[in-house]
């Protein structure tokens, strides 16, 4: 489906240099400096998934996407979508994707949603029947009926971002691209979206990549996960490799009736590997080291064993690991 | 190509709709179009009225050429209003989603731009071609009115070809160019017959910024002046070479764009 190998894209970028006399200067010999913003890239994507691509600003991201949607020629790297090399054939390839950018719209701002499907429709040359068919469906699983035929100036920004991926979807690609497609918007709609996409994934076997700083996007939709940081790719492979590689474990706050202390726990714990750590005189906090399927034992031993009056699970989120990544020195790993 | 004019009618019909969704603003542009077309139209009448003879070109024959001019300038101005396109598709990258749509861009950028009240030009041009004419007592015969046609497509075509070019240095320059302010300089050289021109600015206006072929020389065919006849003619052929030009440099941008990006 996706097939992408040493991908490499550089900019030439003009060094201005200061002062009124730099400037002058500069109008006969200018200096460049290359930067490379995407640097060697490679990875395999099936058809049917979904994964996200994440990373800070100006780590690479847009730029990758850029070429994966063939508004850009890469510098070097071969690429292979849908059976395609996007940047050559792009007016074909482009008919196979359907990409949303978060920050721009692809709706006529003073044309209802419906009146911009319309078109888009004949764009993409979408046969009549089938078309409305699929409309329909769009419509009704996005939940837009009640306002596609209100312009869209008028439509709040949930809404159009609604709109948004049904004109994106139009055609019915094979491949979606969803550049931060959730930014601004509120949870209920966040929420919308992603069991749309969910479901998509799952009847069409659509394929989708989205990038994203929300990372409760990628909780709810993704297994797999890119991290790229300054042009290169950090880290490719699971969810919970990601969490068990850069994650602190799994904490949880015991609240108990009667006073403990930390070595009664301990002693109940027995040669559980967690770190203890004293909440105030009735809680504490039991940390446990990266192991998933310990937190049961953890939880059921220490229930029978005490009188709890209230539990609480703290995971380190997605958004901690993201920012344990992006602080630590660059290391490139690969997983399953 | 017959694949784009069946959007061009659906984009239109489009344009209107959003037209009609401000009733008030859609009328009253309307009509604010007719006065100022009409106010055109009496200023060049009466601007004209104090211009004596040009070399060989009677009063009437340069109202004439003048109409002549207006009718493939609305045209053009109709299909090729991305006056913005630098600021527009360039510096807010709506260039990027253009390319992820299945048409070619430049026709993309067209359509998305289109200014249908720009055809009231037409009419004032052929208001003004029809009083000149009257006056000139000019006869025409049935077959005059396809090559009419066929001249003005020409000569909106060159305009269209000459545009392109320049908007596609939006391309190259990572500056804000203003593309309109040249296109408004050039475009007043057709107006006029070129031999009031010297020999160096006729010969420009000629072959390198043809733009007397949007005006003098296919009106002069219209006026019936053999000694041109071979001009005239030529207009079609300099419409396909030149809108060819600007597409090509166009297409070399578009290509140039995606290497670099924004």
Redesign the interface.
């Known amino acids: 489906m996706i097939k992408i190998q040493n991908l490499q894209k550089e ?2 970028i ?1 060094q201005a240099r200061s002062g009124l006399a730099g400037a002058f200067r500069d109008l006969f010999r200018r200096e460049y400096k290359t930067v490379k913003a995407v640097d060697d890239v490679s990875f395999e994507v099936a058809e049917g998934e979904i994964f996200a691509l994440i990373g800070e600003n100006g780590a690479g991201k847009s ?1 990758t996407i ?1 070429m994966m ?5 890469p ?1 070097g790297g071969e690429m292979q979508i849908n059976g395609y090399v996007p ?1 050559k054939q ?3 390839y ?2 196979s ?1 359907g ?1 949303v ?1 978060g920050q ?1 719209s ?1 709706l ?1 701002w ?2 209802s949603p419906l ?1 911009s499907f ?2 888009l429709r ?4 979408v046969d009549e029947l089938q078309g409305q068919r699929w409309l329909e469906r769009l419509i009704e699983e996005l939940d837009i009926g009640s306002f596609v035929s209100q ?1 869209v100036r008028k439509l709040s920004l949930g809404q159009r971002m609604r709109c948004e991926i049904a004109a994106s979807l139009i055609h019915k690609p094979k491949l979606l691209f969803l550049d931060e497609p959730t930014v601004g918007l509120d949870v209920l709609v966040k929420q919308k979206i992603r069991e749309f996409l969910r479901n998509l994934n799952e009847t069409e076997n659509m394929t989708i990549l989205l990038t994203t700083h929300d990372v409760s996007d990628i909780e709810a939709l993704c297994k797999r996960v890119l991290v790229m940081d300054k042009g290169k790719l950090i880290f490719d492979g699971q969810l919970h490799d990601l969490k068990e590689t850069w994650g602190n474990g799994t904490e949880v706050v015991f609240q108990f009736k009667q006073r403990t202390t930390i070595e009664q726990l301990q002693a109940a714990l027995a040669e559980l590997p967690c770190e203890l750590l004293r909440e105030n005189e009735y809680a504490i906090r039991v940390r446990i080291v990266q192991n998933h399927e310990m937190l049961p034992y953890v939880l059921s031993t220490v229930m029978t064993a005490f009188e709890v009056s209230d539990v609480k699970i703290m995971e380190t989120s997605t958004e901690e690991i993201v920012r344990n990544i992006y602080s630590a020195p660059v290391e490139v790993s690969h997983y399953g | 190509m017959k694949e784009i004019i069946g959007l061009f009618a659906q984009y239109l019909s489009q344009y209107f709709k959003t037209r009609f969704a401000y009733r008030a603003d859609f009328l009253g542009e309307m009509v604010s179009n007719l006065v100022s077309e009409l106010i055109n139209l009496v200023f060049i009448l009466v601007v004209f009225q104090h211009v004596p003879f040009l070399n060989e070109w009677n009063r009437d024959e340069i109202i004439f050429i003048y109409g002549f001019f207006l009718v493939p300038y609305a045209l053009f101005s109709m299909f090729f209003s991305f006056w913005d396109f630098n600021e527009r598709y360039i510096i807010k990258g709506e260039m990027d989603r253009i390319l992820t749509r299945p048409l070619h861009n430049l026709a993309q950028v067209c359509l998305e731009s289109i200014a249908p009240d720009r055809i009231f030009g037409v009419i004032t041009g052929l208001i003004i071609m029809g009083y000149a004419a009257v006056r000139l007592k000019l006869d025409f015969a049935w077959y005059d009115l396809p090559i009419f046609i066929g001249l003005v497509l020409s000569s909106a075509l060159i305009y269209g070809g000459v545009y392109t070019a320049i908007a596609a240095i939006s391309f190259f320059s990572d500056s804000r160019t203003g593309i309109a302010p040249m296109i408004y300089n050039i475009q007043n050289y057709g107006r006029y017959p070129v031999d009031v021109y010297n020999k160096l600015i006729r010969f420009v206006l000629t072959w390198i910024l043809p733009f007397a072929f949007v005006g003098v020389y296919p009106a002069a065919y219209l006026l019936g002046k053999k000694t041109l006849y071979g001009y005239a003619m030529l207009t079609p052929l300099m419409g396909i070479v030149f809108f060819g030009i600007g597409l090509a440099i166009w297409n070399w941008g578009v290509n140039k764009y995606q290497g670099a990006g924004s």
């Open positions: 900019f030439r003009h730029t850029k949607t063939g508004i850009l020629t510098s940047y792009r007016e074909e482009v008919r994707i990409v950018f721009r692809q006529w003073d044309l009146e319309r078109l004949s764009v993409y040359k312009p």
